[in-house]
């Protein structure tokens, strides 16, 4: 059994969170955002599937991504320097959103629903959550977003429906989080894809820890500016 939150912002503490599934911590509540960024502030986040009560999550080991030792893979360095694209910021979040939630080859379903899209919109016109787009031929074609607080930048989800589409974004996008002062990337849990591009996963503690120092950092409400055309 997991505990089940109340009408409060509070979370249990995280050691109380199970081995399995990984990282399940408590459930219920709502996505309000001011139980979402409580959350966030505490290495919790959300994940559940539609017609389940809202689950919330602190895994450990955590993937993360320091963006000092991010890599592009040599097979997208050519793609990144000659592809023609563009590459925006914040104008287009709940399209991001919504390619990232359709579905994927064999997969009937997604996780990020319309309460999901609803809130995180919200946190998006708060300043709070962030999308990064990549267009090709006037079409948006691929792209990702997250949630910022201090300088720590959560990833979520990123999509693509033309080739190297997301990466492109995401390589644009760890480019401008270095460029002004991001120091780390939540990558949840592990992939091989990220774990190409130089992501590792961490305990719990040492997430928790480097979170703490990220959080006492100013923040940058958006929405972010960006523009870079690739010709």
């Not at 089940?4 to 509070?10: A, G, K």
């Not at 009560?53 to 050519?78: A, C, G, H, N, T």
């Not at 320097?81 to 379903?109: K, L, N, S, W």
Request: with cysteine; aromatic share 12%.
């Amino acid at each position: 059994m997991i505990p089940w939150l109340d009408h409060r912002h509070v979370f249990p503490p995280l050691t109380q969170a199970l081995k399995e599934p990984n990282g399940l911590l408590v459930a219920g509540g709502d996505l309000s955002p001011q139980r979402i960024l409580a959350a966030y502030r505490q290495g919790i986040f959300p994940w559940f599937m539609p017609g389940e009560p809202i689950l919330w999550w602190s895994p450990s080991p955590r993937m993360v991504l320091y963006v000092d030792e991010f890599k592009v893979p040599k097979s997208l360095v050519k793609v990144v320097r000659h592809r023609r694209y563009q590459i925006t910021f914040d104008t287009a979040f709940e399209q991001v959103m919504q390619g990232c939630a359709a579905p994927r080859g064999t997969e009937a379903g997604t996780w990020i629903s319309d309460e999901m899209l609803a809130a995180y919109t919200a946190l998006h016109e708060a300043g709070f959550a962030h999308s990064f787009e990549c267009w090709m031929d006037g079409e948006l074609v691929g792209g990702l977003y997250g949630m910022a607080l201090g300088k720590m930048f959560y990833g979520e989800s990123m999509f693509a429906r033309r080739s190297d589409a997301s990466k492109i974004a995401f390589v644009h996008a760890v480019q401008w989080l270095r460029a002004n002062g991001f120091a780390m990337i939540d990558c949840q849990m592990y992939t091989d894809h990220l774990a190409r591009f130089g992501a590792r996963e961490i305990d719990r503690d040492e997430f928790v820890a480097k979170l703490k120092v990220l959080l006492d950092e100013p923040e940058q409400l958006g929405p972010w500016q960006y523009c870079h055309i690739n010709e």
